[in-house]
């Protein structure tokens, strides 16, 4: 689990990425992650998986990044996804800004674990 500091786990298969967001989505993650959707992008992802397993908390910076993640692979053809995580709170920061229906969802799969 998390200790609140804010960390991104890679994986990746032919082109496939999977960044398990763990800790706190401030500004300084934000920053953290817009830089390596650009990364991936640049390098011609196929799809990127935004994994929110270990992710307690996420402010408007947050968000923001996660948004234009999603608009950074719509302009470069990758696919994009968020699977939701144990922690309640991110979720219904999406809910209550109504992004939860906007956003691509997928609940998490077996290979997750």
């Known amino acids: 689990m998390s200790d ?14 999977r960044l398990f967001l763990c800790g706190e989505l401030d500004m300084q ?20 998986e935004i994994n929110l397993r270990d992710t307690a908390f996420i402010d408007s910076a947050g968000v923001k990044a996660i948004v234009s993640a999603r608009e950074q692979c719509r302009e470069h053809r990758a696919r994009f ?17 109504k992004l939860d229906g906007v956003l691509p969802w997928e609940e998490s799969s077996a290979r997750d674990q």
Do not use: N, W
């Not at 993650?29 to 990127?48: D, F, N, V």
């Not at 699977?83 to 800004?97: A, I, N, Q, T």
């Open 81 to 97: 996804f968020i699977v939701p995580g144990s922690h309640p709170s991110p979720k219904l920061l999406f809910e209550f800004m």
């Open 29 to 48: 993650g934000a920053a953290e992650l817009e830089a390596a959707i650009t990364r991936l992008c640049k390098a011609g992802a196929l799809e990127i």
């Open 4 to 17: 609140g500091i804010f960390s991104i786990r890679e994986r990746h298969q032919d082109g496939r990425y």
